[in-house]
């Protein structure tokens, strides 16, 4: 969808749909739901239509499944309504799909929890743990005692040798 007017097109599509559904569609079987995105064929005959569905965790299936049910029924008033304000000789035909954003969110957030309480048992066992080898592994200078001689002699100054 590089085309901008096909975007604009896409955008407005979603703004329709959004506010018919908020406004003059009527059906209990409609949960709270909400359009993430459109996305337009480059002909602009049809239209895919992402949702999500605010919803209860114990009855997530049953909900997304009434929702469905509820969009399949009011697809023609939602196209008839669509054709309307965009002034389109044809109108593109719409196709809900529930989006899969929410549910790749929760499986992130699942992983990023588990990742942090890894980091957590293994901060919680440093906290312990001693040193393998020597506390300061690197070799320092040897330091001589007062009652030490030097380990070298130097050469004094030598006396001028007759010859």
């Known amino acids: 969808m590089s085309n901008p007017r096909v975007r604009k097109i896409a955008d407005r599509i979603q703004v329709i749909v959004a506010e018919m559904l908020e406004r003059r569609i009527k059906d209990p079987r409609l949960g709270f739901i909400t359009i993430t995105d459109v996305r337009l064929t480059g002909d602009s005959q049809q239209a895919t239509i992402f949702y999500t569905v605010l919803s209860e965790p114990d009855s997530a299936t049953g909900d997304y499944a009434s929702t469905a049910a509820a969009l ?22 719409l196709t809900f799909v529930p989006d899969e954003i929410p549910e ?12 942090k309480a890894s980091d957590a048992e293994v901060e919680a066992a440093r906290a312990g743990a001693a040193y393998a080898g020597e506390e300061d592994p690197y070799k320092k200078p040897r330091e001589l005692e007062d009652d030490d001689e030097e380990p ?12």
């Open 104 to 115: 790749a969110a929760r499986h992130l957030e699942e992983v990023l929890a588990a990742a």
């Open 72 to 93: 399949e029924s009011a697809k023609g008033l939602l196209r008839s309504e669509v054709a309307k304000q965009l002034g389109m000789r044809h109108a593109p035909s």
């Open 152 to 163: 070298f002699e130097t050469p004094g100054p030598s006396a001028p040798q007759d010859t």
